[in-house]
Each structure stands twice: as C-alpha cells, then as structure tokens.
C-alpha cells in the first residue's frame, strides 16, 4: 500500500522545499526532490541530462529517481512526504512540449500516492532565481498548472497550499495528514 506517502508538489519559487525542510525538523520523514540533486550530479561530472541541454535524459534520470524513492518510501511506516512525485514527470515533459513515453504513463498509474496532494501555488512575492532554477515566473505559473493538470488527469485530489507562514503552511499539512484514516498505518505494522 503507498497511502501513507504524500506528496507535496508546485512550480519553483513557490515555498515547497521551505516548507518540506520546515517538516523534516519536526521529525517528518521525507524524500527529496530529484531534479535538483539531479542537476547538480550532471554538473560536476559535466553530464548531458540536463533541463538546458538533453531534457529527455534528464526526465528518465527523474523517473528512475521518483521510482526508487516511491520503492523506499513503501517500505517505510508513514506518514512520509514526497518533494515531488512520478507525475512530476508527465508534468515536466508536457511543459517542454516533449512526448510522454508509455513507460512513463504506467509509472504514473501503477505507482500510486495518497489521493490527497499538496500543491504549492505560484506565489509571485516569494519567488526567486537561484543557481539550479533558470525558470522565469512566467515559467514557474506554467509549471504549477501542468502539475495541476497532470495531477487531475490521474485523479488525486489537488490540495492547495495557503500563501502563508512556512510555520503555518507545516501546520496545514500536519493537520490534513492526521486527519487521513489511519487503517493503512495498522496494515502496515501488521505485517512487518
């Protein structure tokens, strides 16, 4: 069962990782975000699978991370926080008008979250350029409703996040998390 991982997903710039981090100190368990770490990879060994250079690669390289994660991820007793999600994916390419491959569709469908999805709005006041994100915010506002769109199409539940405090964005997940019927929590210690 993969109820108990939930994802929190939404454009750059717009609070997600402040947030996850904000989680991770209270003791959430989480699974970081692959285009990142990815970039950051390809970079220091001046690999190809980038978002500037081979976007296709790139995507497989988040596909095979987001697929691992979710494998570790059921492992784990929950509640656990997903920084992005195999959809993710789907949304990514569709953004860079590239084709969706079949594979990449039945990981979407065979790989399931929680129905619940946090999603982080495009939030013009907070967003800002970094070395990793090249996006501008016309980028950014495109991203968040290709992850609305993508997410929809795969029928979860978008749930979107408030524009406000971290501390009070942690609070709001905290609370939707708990009030989530715990019955998978008692599978899952069943049967370790």
């Known amino acids: 069962m993969s109820e108990h991982i939930f994802v929190i997903t939404g454009g750059p ?11 991770a100190r209270e003791g959430m368990p989480y699974m970081p975000e ?6 950051q990879d390809q970079v220091s060994i001046e690999g190809q699978a980038l978002p500037w250079a081979d976007r296709e690669a790139f995507a497989q390289l988040m596909l095979g991370w987001e697929l691992r994660s979710h494998r570790e991820a059921r492992a784990m007793p929950g509640p656990i926080i997903v920084d992005r999600g195999i959809p993710d ?9 590239l084709p969706v491959p079949p594979h990449v569709h039945r990981a979407a469908q ?4 929680n129905r619940q999805v946090f999603i982080a709005p495009h939030w013009p006041d907070i967003f800002t350029h970094d070395q990793q994100r090249r996006q501008d915010a016309t980028e950014a506002e495109a991203t968040y409703q290709a992850m609305v769109s993508t997410y929809t199409s795969l029928d979860y539940e978008l749930i979107p996040l408030p524009l406000s405090s971290v501390s009070e964005r942690a609070a709001f997940v905290k609370a939707r998390i708990g009030s989530v019927p715990d019955d998978h929590h008692r599978q899952h210690h069943h049967q370790q």
């Open 13 to 23: 710039g717009s609070g997600k990782s402040s947030l996850i981090a904000a989680l």
């Open 89 to 97: 994916v789907i949304g990514y390419l569709t953004l860079c008008g």
């Open 110 to 113: 065979r790989y399931r979250y």
């Open 34 to 39: 692959a285009g990142r770490a990815i970039i």
